[in-house]
């Protein structure tokens, strides 16, 4: 399944990939055979279940009639979440160059108007803090920005997609390197919006700023 803001990284083929995430997999798979295991004893053993929530009393004689039910529902749920984990979530970005993993560090959509995306995103390019920050967050709207930290590579991608109609439309993803890197990396989700105080940038004051 594709977020909106991992569109750019979609348009950067020769930058980055999407590739099946071995942990993932494993932990996916293990998730649908507990659920297979809980479901087959849980539909085998309902009468079983039954039988002994009868003997609930007090407060919980109320869940009697859940008890088996129940069991045999949260297996069958956990069979499907874990089929879903592991077609559609299964997944992580890379670096072709090196294969290291890209960590997403902030996911928002953005209280700006879709003429005005790519200003938002050469303000990221030039990669300094006091330029870019604070970010005009919003819950929803036609505008959405993904960063991206390759810790390994000391390496950061900015992307931002505009609506299109049903669909979204990658910008340019903009890489960040050096001190860039460096400022990006050092803030956390929170400092993006409206809480990026004077403090926090200034706090990244830097002369040799490079991207």
Do not use: C
Request: charged share 20%; aromatic share 8%; proline share 5%.
């Amino acid at each position: 399944m594709t977020e909106p803001q991992e569109q750019p990284l979609h348009a950067a083929p020769n930058e980055v990939r999407r590739v099946r995430s071995r942990q993932q997999v494993v932990a996916a798979a293990v998730t649908v055979g507990i659920g297979v295991i809980a479901s087959v004893l849980s539909v085998a053993l309902y009468e079983t279940l039954v039988e002994l929530s009868s003997d609930l009393e007090g407060r919980r004689s109320g869940l009697r009639g859940f008890v088996a039910p129940g069991a045999v529902f949260l297996s069958a749920a956990a069979v499907v979440g874990g089929l879903v984990w592991l077609f559609a979530w299964s997944y992580r970005w890379e670096r072709i160059e090196t294969g290291a993993p890209l960590t997403q560090q902030a996911s928002s959509y953005l209280a700006v108007p879709a003429r005005e995306a790519m200003a938002v995103l050469d303000r990221f390019r030039i990669g300094d803090p006091r330029v870019y920050l604070p970010v005009p967050t919003a819950k929803n709207g036609d505008v959405v920005l993904g960063v991206w930290l390759v810790r390994d590579d000391a390496v950061a991608y900015v992307g931002i997609a505009v609506r299109s109609g049903r669909d979204w439309q990658a910008l340019p993803l903009v890489t960040l390197r050096d001190n860039a890197y460096v400022a990006l990396s050092r803030l956390t989700i929170d400092q993006y919006g409206s809480r990026a105080g004077q403090t926090v940038v200034n706090g990244f004051l830097d002369p040799f700023l490079r991207n």
